[in-house]
């Protein structure tokens, strides 16, 4: 079975500062990880994605992700928060499961981004 | 059209009547997805599409809730008797291959509010 655990359900930056949205994963096999955005009203995008090609991920929107096998998490950063970031974040695993990808997300976090 | 869509975005029902939530996904998508997100919940997987058939049930709440797929398309959603409880926005979603890294497509939703 495979899970993800994001810590901070509300996170808050000022314009211009450091992102980071923490997640960390559980799962008994070699995971593939993602991480969501969802804008008010909307539906969820995908920001990035990991498939074990590169650790460092680049996204959309300036973001990137590193994976940590020995940490086992896939924290997302951005150097610089825009107004327009303000979102929720959902990480996601990705494991087989009756030969499709299930997806398995967490709870979510909220940015905030301040000015 | 391009994207996976929803309808209706929303549904308010009375306590006790059934509802159909109904979702088109982008074409030529073989796996489709149904989340159910609820506030402060994340998102709950429900079912699991591979063409018509459903490998993976295993997040319908109870067996008031169903799910079809036809024509290897369209599928829809039922609750039968419904419940306060089941209150949510219900997510549809995508994907070209039943494979771990392919990215899934998200609808913008069915707002269901049961009064």
């Known amino acids: 079975a495979q899970s993800v655990t994001q810590l901070g359900s509300h996170v808050s930056v000022s314009e211009g500062a450091l992102v980071l949205l923490r997640c960390n994963y559980s799962?008994?096999?070699?995971?593939?990880l993602f991480w969501y955005v969802q804008y008010p009203n909307q539906g969820l995008q995908l920001l990035l994605k990991y498939t074990s090609a590169a650790t460092l991920v680049k996204g959309i929107n300036g973001f990137e992700a590193e994976f940590k096998k020995s940490e086992t998490s896939f924290h997302l950063t951005k150097p610089s928060a825009h107004m327009s970031d303000a979102a929720e974040y959902f990480c996601?695993?990705?494991?087989?499961?009756?030969?499709?990808?299930?997806?398995?997300f967490g709870t979510g976090t909220q940015l905030k981004v301040e000015l | 059209g391009a994207g996976v869509s929803q309808s209706p975005s929303n549904k308010v029902t009375e306590k006790g009547k059934d509802v159909e939530l109904r979702c088109d996904p982008i074409s030529g998508h073989t796996a489709l997805y149904w989340y159910r997100q609820s506030l402060g919940q994340g998102l709950e997987f429900l079912i699991y599409f591979q063409g018509n058939s459903a490998p993976d049930k295993s997040g319908l709440p109870s067996d008031r809730f169903s799910a079809e797929r036809t024509g290897g398309s369209v599928s829809t959603l039922t609750i039968q008797r419904t419940q306060q409880e089941d209150s949510a926005v219900y997510l549809c979603?995508?994907?070209?291959?039943?494979?771990?890294?392919?990215?899934?497509?998200f609808g913008q939703g069915t707002r269901l509010t049961v009064v």
């Open positions: 799962s008994s096999v070699p995971p593939y």
């Open positions: 979603a995508s994907s070209l291959r039943p494979f771990m890294n392919t990215e899934a497509f």
């Open positions: 996601a695993v990705s494991a087989f499961t009756g030969g499709g990808n299930k997806l398995t």
